[in-house]
């Protein structure tokens, strides 16, 4: 069985522009979430999908986004980018939910904002 | 706010040596605990959860965890480490917001285990 795969591994991009970033669940998993990791903050939690509905949101501005379409496949987005945004965005599934059913995680998205 | 908190953030350690990191969260309600660990090159992957029952967690390659609600702590331990445990461990807390994805990670804990 495949496991959680992101796109693209790595990006680069400057101050102010905007970035989106795929995330492809085990197959049959429903819930996606994402995080940001940081040396400074370690790992944030920013948002979860269920079946293409946000279920909870972290403590991020607006200028993050997600959504999830009906192949459960999800995309985040950032808008305006910041060169506080550099971090590696990790991507996690599971079945239904965390308490019922394992996490998988992708291998996450490295941005860096120059 | 939720928060959860990790003693230690590098520990060295020979093979064969006894583990136990530690892991405190602030959160009054109910609450289902995580340990997760990162090995090099690899993805973050679940050592162990407690949602519910004995206190007393087992969870893969050797690791358990003991839930203590009166300390809010849910420390790992693992009774003689090898070479191949060299990573890093999060402690990550899920309180109140029911079957979600919504984790409140630890800061994280590197080991290095030494042949």
């Known amino acids: 069985k495949a496991g959680v795969t992101q796109t693209p591994r790595y990006l680069i991009k400057t101050r102010g522009q905007q970035v989106t970033l795929s995330c492809s669940p085990i197959s049959g998993h429903r819930s996606v979430s994402w995080y940001q990791q940081t040396p400074g903050q370690g790992l944030q939690f920013l948002f979860e999908y269920f079946s293409e509905t946000q279920r909870n949101k972290g403590n991020f501005p607006g200028r993050f986004s997600g959504r999830q379409f009906s192949n459960s496949r999800s995309e985040m987005n950032v808008s305006t980018l910041e060169l506080g945004d550099s971090a590696l965005y990790l991507c996690a599934s599971s079945l239904g939910g965390i308490i019922t059913d394992t996490q998988y995680f992708g291998p996450g998205t490295r941005l860096t904002v120059l | 706010a939720q928060s959860v908190s990790q003693h230690n953030h590098h520990v060295i350690l020979s093979e064969a040596a006894s583990l136990e990191l530690g892991c405190n969260y602030s959160?009054?309600?109910?609450?289902?605990l995580f340990w997760y660990v990162q090995y090099p090159g690899q993805h973050l992957q679940l050592l162990l959860k407690y949602f519910s029952g004995d206190p007393l967690v087992k969870g893969i390659k050797g690791f358990e965890a003991e839930f203590i609600k009166s300390k809010f702590s849910f420390n790992l331990r693992k009774p003689s480490v090898q070479w191949s445990d060299t990573a890093e461990y999060f402690c990550a807390v899920n309180a109140g917001s029911g079957n979600t994805g919504k984790l409140i990670f630890g800061q994280g804990t590197t080991l290095q285990v030494k042949p």
């Open positions: 959160y009054g309600g109910t609450v289902n």
